[in-house]
Structure formats: structure tokens, C-alpha cells
């Protein structure tokens, strides 16, 4: 089979882990006899610095025309000082909006052999962690009105946010859709006691239930779940959310699971288009020196395998060798913990460097030595 894909590389160190998630992308291929024709588009500052706009209309022409898009980070201080309507980060909205990418995928997974690495107490994870955050991606408050006006305190700048019950309902049936696979439990987070727009989700949510009555539901205000993640985080199944309440708790889910480098990440539209990407940043202090993590880039093209393609051998493919390059002990930098206060992930300790002590005889690896041990166990 054949499947188009745009890959956008994007800033910081978005090409560094795109350049790895592709040479996992081969080796499937290779095993499983497909054939991915990637197609390199600008977007973010990266496509600033070529045509002097974060989203040039040939990006999205491509984008339209593939069946999925890779995508790395966009963003980093350099752009910092442009208008907000210019930044690189505009490029993700624009692409989300022309692309009808309204469902955020975030599974927070927290493999057995990375409980070292979660900085929560060990009985509170023990068994491992599998949350998936299902966020809402083109409405509310990132889409909504914005602007300065004058007040009785001087300047005052506003955002709105605005939600309609078929944007809740598409979102809500997705989080439920997903729960019938896994564990029938679903949570949805708003803040009903305050905002007129949680409550409005909160009864849509609730008349999305009836219909899937094998699932559990619970509501919970976003305060609580916040603190409820890094209480009792096995409590929760799929958890579904506004855009804003989304973004903040799906990066608090991937601390919970040891990294936000392990964190990816799917933008899905009707149907099966997708855009997949690590729910990390640009990182801009880390580019160029052999650190980042590129799990989180790999695992988001197994979600693309999975849920685009339908190539589900493939995609578990993937997992099981992340799974078995975790287990065989390599970390990178954001994994490692030391078994004393020293700094060690230099970028010559991180490439070949065994450390013994309290977690036994481990490697240290970077971007490049992560995803060629990943490839090579596929």
C-alpha cells in the first residue's frame, strides 16, 4: 500500500525528532511492504523565516491533499516579539481550523519500566498508567473573540470563549467511542459551578451518555481533577475536555507518566485524516545537541498507523519497541534518574556512557541513538 504523507519539521528540535520518527516510518515499511511517500511543507517559524507567514497556502495544500501530517514543534524565542497574530504557534490553529481537526488524542502511558521516572510515590502508579485525555480542538477560548478595550483600570485585554452543543456532542462521542474499547469509564472535566460554558458541556456530556450505557460517567470540576491526577491517577479511563482545560491537563498526564518526551499526540477530523505530533514543544535549549527525546514523535507515528492507516500490526509493532528499548534500560536525559546528585547527561555521556548504580546498568542516549535502537527492534 501506498500513503502520502506531509511531514512538517517545523523549529527547535521538531526536525531532530521528526528525522528519527521517519526512520522508524521506513523500517515499517520496509518489514510490512508499504510505501510512505513524504512530502516536506513549512509551517511555524521555520515558515516565517522562508515567506514571512507561520501557514503559507502551499502548506495547507499539501496537507489537504495527503492522507496525514507528521508534524514537529513550531515555536521558540526567536519569534517572540512578533504580533500574537504572527507568532509561529498560529500555524497549529490554522492548520487545526483548515484541517477540521476538532479531536485531540493524548494518551498518557506510563510504561512499567518508567515508574522510576514518574515523580510520584510508587503505589500510587504501581502496575503502570493508561489515561487517554480527549481534548477539544477548534472552539473555545483559543478561537474565540479576542482583543484590547478601555477600562476604568486602563487597558484591558479579553478572550472569549464560546461553545455550541454539536461541538460538545462530536467531541463527547469520541471520548465515549474510545472508552467501549478500553475500560467503559469516562470522566469529563469542566468548571459547571462558574462558567455558563461548562455548563451547557456538562448536559450535552450527560445526553451523549445515554447512549452508551455500558459506560460509567463521572463529572469533575477541573480544580479537582487537576489535583486528582497526581492523587490518584488510576481512577481515571478517558478523560474529556474543553480546548484550554485539555491543553493544561494532558501536559500534567505526561509528567505523571514520566515525561512530556514521551507524550504523543493525534488531531483527528471526520473520518480518518489525521495530524500527529509529540505534545512537546520546540525546545529551543535543547536543539541541536543530541538530547531530545524522540519517543513521543514515534509513538505519535504509531497513532498515525493505527488510527489513519488501520495498519494495527504495525502500530503495535512500534510500541513493543519502544516498550523493548525502555525495558533493555536506555534513557534519554528527561528519563534518566542518577543514582546521586551529579549531572550526566552531557552530550558525550548521553551517547555510549553505562552508568551502574541504583538503577542498575543503563545508557544514556540521545535523539539519534534513541530512534535508530527503536528501528532496529521493529
Known amino acids: 500500500m501506498n500513503y502520502n504523507i506531509a511531514v512538517v519539521r517545523g523549529d527547535g528540535i521538531g526536525p531532530e525528532v521528526i528525522e528519527q520518527a521517519l526512520l522508524v516510518l521506513q523500517k515499517v515499511g520496509k518489514k510490512f511492504g508499504h510505501t510512505f511517500q513524504c512530502q516536506d511543507v513549512l509551517a511555524g517559524g521555520a515558515a516565517i523565516d ?11 495544500d499539501v496537507c489537504k491533499a495527503s492522507d496525514a501530517v507528521l508534524l514537529g514543534a513550531v515555536g521558540g524565542p526567536k519569534w517572540d516579539n512578533l504580533p500574537g497574530d504572527q507568532r509561529p504557534e498560529q500555524a497549529l490553529l490554522g492548520l487545526r481550523k483548515e484541517l477540521g481537526l476538532f479531536a485531540n488524542l493524548r494518551p498518557a502511558i506510563l510504561f512499567e519500566d518508567l515508574i522510576d521516572a514518574c515523580p510520584l510515590k510508587p503505589e500510587l502508579v504501581e502496575g503502570g498508567l493508561d489515561i487517554v485525555v480527549v481534548r477539544e480542538l477548534t472552539g473555545g477560548i483559543y478561537f474565540g473573540d479576542r482583543g484590547l478595550k478601555d477600562g476604568p483600570m486602563g487597558k484591558t485585554a479579553y478572550d472569549i470563549e464560546e461553545y455550541s452543543e454539536e461541538e460538545v456532542r462530536r467531541i463527547a462521542k469520541v471520548a465515549f467511542e474510545m472508552a467501549m474499547k478500553r ?26 451518555a445515554a447512549d452508551y450505557p455500558q459506560v460509567t460517567l463521572n463529572h469533575m470540576y477541573v480544580d479537582n481533577a487537576a489535583m486528582q491526577l497526581v492523587r490518584a491517577p488510576r481512577q481515571f479511563d478517558v478523560m474529556v475536555t474543553s480546548n484550554l482545560f485539555g491543553d ?10 514520566g515525561s512530556i518526551g514521551m507524550l504523543p499526540s493525534a488531531s483527528l477530523a471526520k473520518g480518518n485524516f489525521g495530524m500527529y505530533e509529540p505534545a512537546h514543544g520546540s525546545a529551543p535549549d535543547l536543539a541541536g545537541q543530541d538530547k531530545a527525546n524522540p519517543m ?7 497513532m498515525m498507523l493505527r488510527y489513519t492507516f488501520g495498519l494495527l ?21 528527561d528519563l534518566y534518574q542518577p543514582p546521586d546528585s551529579n549531572p550526566l547527561a552531557t552530550a558525550m555521556s548521553m551517547i555510549s556512557l553505562p552508568i551502574a548504580g541504583a ?20
Do not use: C
Open 296 to 302: 513521543a514523535t514515534i509513538l505519535s507515528v504509531a
Open 183 to 208: 475500560n467503559k469509564h469516562v470522566t469529563s472535566v469542566d468548571k459547571a459551578n462558574v462558567l455558563e460554558t461548562s455548563r451547557l458541556w456538562r448536559r450535552v456530556v450527560a445526553e451523549v
Open 50 to 60: 522562508a515567506t514571512g507567514m507561520a501557514l503559507p497556502q502551499e502548506t495547507i
Open 313 to 333: 500490526k504495525e502500530a503495535r509493532a512500534v510500541e513493543k519497541a519502544v516498550e523493548k528499548v525502555l525495558h533493555n534500560g536506555y534513557r534519554t536525559p
Open 248 to 257: 493544561i491537563l494532558s501536559d500534567e498526564a505526561s509528567m505523571v507518566a
Open 359 to 378: 538503577f542498575g546498568t543503563q545508557t544514556l542516549i540521545g535523539t539519534k541513538q534513541a530512534g535508530k535502537l527503536v528501528s532496529a527492534e521493529i
